[in-house]
C-alpha cells in the first residue's frame, strides 16, 4: 500500500525557514514527478512545487518562486520543500503528492497519491 508521510511543518516567525520533507513508502516512485500543493484556511488547496522523475525540471506557483525549492532523494524516496522568508500568508496545509508519469503537473487532477499534510503556520 502506497504512503506518503510528510513532516517538518511548525510555527515559524514570518522571515523564517522551514524545510518540509515527504517519505514514500510501499513503492518506489523513481519514475514519478512528485509536487507540493498546499490548502489555507478556507481556501481551495492549491498547486506550490513540482519535479520530475529525475529532478531536471522544476516548477513553482508565483506565489513561492525565488523563496521555495523542491528537491527529491530518489535513493531515499523522499521530496523536499525548503522554504525560505516566509510569510503569514504561506500559512496552510501542506500536502505531498505523486504523479503516476515523469514530468511535471500543477493540476491537482495530474497526482494520484496524497499524503496527509503537515501544518505550517507563520507568526508576523
Known amino acids: 500500500q502506497v504512503q506518503l508521510v510528510e513532516s517538518g511543518g511548525g510555527l515559524v516567525q514570518a522571515g523564517g525557514s522551514l524545510r518540509l520533507s515527504c517519505a514514500a513508502s510501499g513503492r518506489t516512485f523513481s519514475a514519478s514527478a512528485m509536487g507540493w500543493f498546499r490548502r489555507a484556511p478556507g481556501k481551495e488547496r492549491v498547486f506550490v512545487a513540482s519535479i520530475s522523475w529525475n529532478g531536471g525540471s522544476t516548477l513553482y506557483a508565483d506565489s513561492v518562486k525565488g523563496r521555495f525549492t523542491i528537491s527529491r532523494d530518489n535513493a531515499k524516496n523522499t521530496v523536499y520543500l525548503q522554504m525560505n522568508n516566509l510569510k503569514p500568508e504561506d500559512t496552510a496545509v501542506y500536502y505531498c503528492?505523486?504523479?503516476?508519469?515523469?514530468?511535471?503537473?500543477?493540476?491537482?487532477?495530474?497526482?494520484?497519491?496524497w499524503g496527509q499534510g503537515t501544518q505550517v503556520t507563520v507568526s508576523s
Open positions: 503528492a505523486v504523479r503516476q508519469y515523469p514530468g511535471i503537473a500543477t493540476s491537482y487532477s495530474e497526482f494520484r497519491y
